[in-house]
């Protein structure tokens, strides 16, 4: 699948039946995302990931590996909107969910490597666009003009062979490290407001250090 920020579509010779096909920019595929459902009270276990947990700003900026600076600005600039809560005003706090985090690491990996801007913008709203289980076998390729989405070792084959994509993102890789990260952060459940601490390994370790002395 192609992903162009003109609203245009733009076609590679497949070499094979369900190779990257072409795909309109915009808000493609929103029919496909699915509510999830809220934690309930008093869940033990892992945290989950869902749009039912918020992260607020610096926790979201530590697990993308951005700045501060790059999240407020993408965010008042429509590039990456926190979709759980935006800030209101003075003394209101942002609240970003699980996808959006993820949405934010590639949105970094993209502007490091040269895509153009109006490129990533329709590539957000894409991603956002699916589910959160599409995004684990999904990969993102570049040629730095045009973004392709692959969801087969074939696809990316073929983009390989036609000289098109040089640059890949595995969307599920980048969600699993983005769990991992935000697994040892604190986060915010939506229905209750109650926050949820993370699991620092450090900070247990220093923890016992302390108690020894």
Not at 5 to 31: C, F, Q, W
Not at 151 to 157: F, G, I, P, Y
Not at 167 to 187: K, M, P, T, Y
């Given at each position: 699948?192609r992903i162009t920020g003109d609203g245009t579509t733009g076609g590679i010779p497949a070499r094979s039946e369900g190779g990257p096909y072409p795909l309109h920019g915009g808000?493609?595929?929103?029919?496909?995302?699915?509510?999830?459902?809220?934690?309930?009270?008093?869940?033990?276990?892992?945290?989950?990931?869902?749009?039912?947990?918020?992260?607020?700003?610096?926790?979201?900026?530590?697990?993308?590996?951005?700045?501060?600076?790059?999240?407020?600005?993408?965010?008042?600039?429509?590039?990456?909107?926190?979709?759980?809560?935006?800030?209101?005003?003075?003394?209101?706090?942002?609240?970003?969910?699980?996808?959006?985090?993820?949405?934010?690491?590639?949105?970094?990996?993209?502007?490091?490597?040269?895509?153009?801007?109006?490129?990533?913008?329709?590539?957000?709203?894409?991603?956002?666009?699916?589910?959160?289980?599409?995004?684990?076998?999904?990969?993102?390729?570049?040629?730095?003009?045009?973004?392709?989405?692959?969801?087969?070792?074939?696809?990316?084959?073929?983009?390989?062979?036609?000289?098109?994509?040089?640059?890949?993102?595995?969307?599920?890789?980048?969600?699993?490290?983005?769990?991992?990260?935000?697994?040892?952060?604190?986060?915010?459940?939506?229905?209750?407001?109650?926050?949820?601490?993370?699991?620092?390994?450090?900070?247990?370790?220093?923890?016992?250090?302390?108690?020894?002395?």
């Amino acid at each position: 699948m192609r992903i162009t920020g003109d609203g245009t579509t733009g076609g590679i010779p497949a070499r094979s039946e369900g190779g990257p096909y072409p795909l309109h920019g915009g808000a493609v595929g929103a029919a496909r995302r699915q509510p999830e459902t809220a934690p309930t009270a008093g869940q033990v276990g892992p945290r989950p990931a869902t749009e039912q947990i918020g992260y607020r700003g610096p926790t979201a900026c530590a697990a993308a590996g951005i700045t501060y600076r790059q999240l407020d600005y993408w965010a008042r600039t429509g590039l990456v909107e926190p979709s759980v809560r935006p800030a209101y005003g003075s003394g209101t706090q942002r609240l970003y969910s699980f996808r959006d985090v993820v949405v934010l690491k590639i949105v970094k990996r993209f502007l490091d490597t040269g895509v153009a801007l109006q490129n990533i913008r329709t590539a957000v709203q894409h991603l956002r666009g699916r589910d959160l289980a599409d995004l684990e076998r999904m990969t993102l390729m570049s040629d730095g003009a045009t973004v392709y989405e692959c969801t087969s070792a074939d696809q990316v084959v073929d983009l390989l062979q036609g000289g098109q994509g040089i640059f890949g993102i595995a969307v599920g890789v980048v969600r699993r490290d983005v769990e991992h990260a935000l697994s040892q952060l604190h986060g915010e459940r939506v229905d209750t407001g109650e926050t949820l601490v993370g699991h620092n390994p450090a900070d247990e370790l220093a923890a016992r250090r302390n108690r020894a002395v």
